[in-house]
């Protein structure tokens, strides 16, 4: 590959374009972390931590990975061979199962197409079967970002209040936190899984679980093993201030700057341009003549869009050339469905210009690859964005 200039376009679905505002904010000396002001720094981002998760129980910070936190989630709030419901609803939702089954819960892990969100009537039909109350929680992948689809919360919530069934909900909202509308308190979620790398515009290294007083309360009898997970250890250091072992002190500055960029545009802002960003990004695709691997408008994400390649053509040659005459990277196709499908990534510090450079190189790819399409796709999406209602 020759030298590349000017600005890389990275458009995968997390991590995702750091702001210059947060590099300049995590580029600051490390501070002790027993003194004062790191205290002060850790109740800011906390309280902050809060309103954006719109959860008023606690927020636990790791200095891990996504997969750190949904590991941190099963073992705080479950006891070995506890069966939980689970929905394959593609591969982050697999990877999760994995977890699960490899730590020792008895998982049902109900089989999907990848092309559909958790079916809330499955959830209740699931859950009123089970009599004695065996399931001791459902565990769902909000955005599930291998294939642009999104679960509906509120309805999976509604479904396990019908069954009348006291199970755990647990949500990862991993590539959905602070760019999708989400509200675990009204929706009676009770852990929330998420990650610094994707809505919230930090690199990666920084992972959540929110906790309800219910998951709280479950975790104290709950048997799995842990140390450097336990909630409740992070919970009483977290109250002065502090953390039970050396926290990222420098991802936590870019996290303090996140949290004041996102409340500065405004929370409901950031939902509507991601909202708005989407859906431009999916005219563009229907005009090009090709095809979303979501099925259901209702579910459609606003952060990630899969695109099935026609039949024939790699998606991986695809994202080759873009990568090496445009300079920009692009989601490859996961698990089941590499290689049949590429992912536009479109959250996190993005705007109407960004996608409309995106978009181009994706044009241009079509046709430098040989891709069958039909040319206006890019005038599709420009058209909606200069009409489109600003929040
Ligand atoms: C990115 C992502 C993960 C994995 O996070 P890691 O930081 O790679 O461990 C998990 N779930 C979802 C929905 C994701 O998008």
Redesign the pocket.
Known sequence: MSAQRGRHFLQI??PTNVPDRILRAMDAPVIDHRGPEFARLTLEILEGLKRIFKISGHVVIYPA????A?EAAVVNALSPGDKVLMFETGQ?AT??FQIAAQLGLNVDFVPGDWRHGVDPAAVEARLAEDRKHEIKAVMV?????STGTVSDIAGVRQAMDRAGHPALLMV?????LASMDYRPDEWGVDVT?G?S??GLMLP?GL?FNAVSDKALAASESARFPKSYWRWQEMINANKSGFFPYTPATNLLYGLREAIRMLEEEGLEQVFARHDRLAEAARRAVRAWGLELLCLNPDEYSSTVTAILMPEGHSADKLRKVILERFNMSLGTGLGRVKDRVFRIGHLGDFNELMLAGTLCGVEMGLAAAGVPYVKGGISAALDYLATAAIA
Do not use: R, Y
């Open positions: 679905p997390g990975s996504g997969s750190g949904w982050f990877l999760w992948v909000h955005n599930e970002t990862d909202t991993i590539s959905s899984v990650g790398q994707k990666p992972s």
